[in-house]
Nanobody
């Protein structure tokens, strides 16, 4: 059992940057693969980025590759999403998720067991 709390969302101009944080409860955070997903108004949730429990493996959606960076600090029980060169189409509610199964990494949302409440990211033109 784990609780995830996202923060760092807000309004930003196109071309700007934001860093999202996801603070996790529980002493086993370091053994969880973690992911970020987003959902735009009227659209389905989509995968953004994922990172293995040790941080050595990452995966990104093609739409954010080269602009976003996922990282984690297991000592702080926190995963981050650094978002640069933001575009209006990046607007949405961003969720972090945890996979405690021992799986190295996954982009499939159905395989994540724990989800945060989400944080709103709005990118203006």
């Amino acid at each position: 059992q784990v609780q995830l709390v996202e923060s760092g969302g807000g309004l930003v101009q196109a071309g700007g940057s934001l860093r999202l944080s996801c603070a996790a409860s529980g002493r086993t955070f370091s053994s969880y693969a973690m992911g970020w997903f987003r959902q735009a108004p009227g659209k389905e949730r989509e995968f953004v980025a994922a990172i293995s429990w040790g941080g050595s493996t990452t995966h990104y959606a093609g739409s954010v590759k080269g602009r976003f960076t996922i990282s984690r600090d297991n000592a702080k029980n926190t995963v981050y999403l650094q978002m640069n060169s933001l575009r209006p189409e990046d607007t949405g509610v961003y969720y972090c998720a945890a996979d405690p199964s021992g799986r190295t990494i996954t982009s499939r949302g159905t395989l994540y067991d724990y989800w945060g409440q989400g944080t709103q990211v709005t990118v203006s033109s």
